[in-house]
Nanobody
Framework: QVQLVESGGGLVQAGGSLRLSCAASGSLFSITNMSWYRQAPGNPRDVVARIFSGGSTLYADFVKGRFTISRDNAKNTVYLIMNSLRPEDTAVYYC?????????WGQGTQVTVSS
């Protein structure tokens, strides 16, 4: 069983920055791949970034060069640093992991970027 709790969302002006955090329960964090997804109203949930257990990362094209995913295994936490935010980044951001073929999701944190 894994619990994921996101924090750090909020309202920011275009061009600004935010740092999202996702705290995970359980003892297997260091060997799991962690992802951030986002979902805007009326849109599907899209993957934003992924960090693998070994530390390598993948990014969606629409955030490359602006967002950075990182992890602190000692704190069981994954971060998403978001720079140069745009109004189209407005969405609910979710933390995700897959463990034993089961998807785990956090409750989401709202990010709103004003123009």
């Amino acid at each position: 069983q894994v619990q994921l709790v996101e924090s750090g969302g909020g309202l920011v002006q275009a061009g600004g920055s935010l740092r999202l955090s996702c705290a995970a329960s359980g003892s297997l964090f260091s060997i799991t791949n962690m992802s951030w997804y986002r979902q805007a109203p009326g849109n599907p949930r899209d993957v934003v970034a992924r960090i693998f257990s070994g530390g390598s990362t993948l990014y969606a094209d629409f955030v490359k060069g602006r967002f950075t995913i990182s992890r602190d295994n000692a704190k069981n936490t994954v971060y998403l640093i978001m720079n140069s935010l745009r109004p189209e980044d407005t969405a609910v951001y979710y933390c995700n992991t897959v463990l034993n073929y089961r998807d785990y999701w956090g409750q989401g944190t709202q990010v709103t970027v004003s123009s």
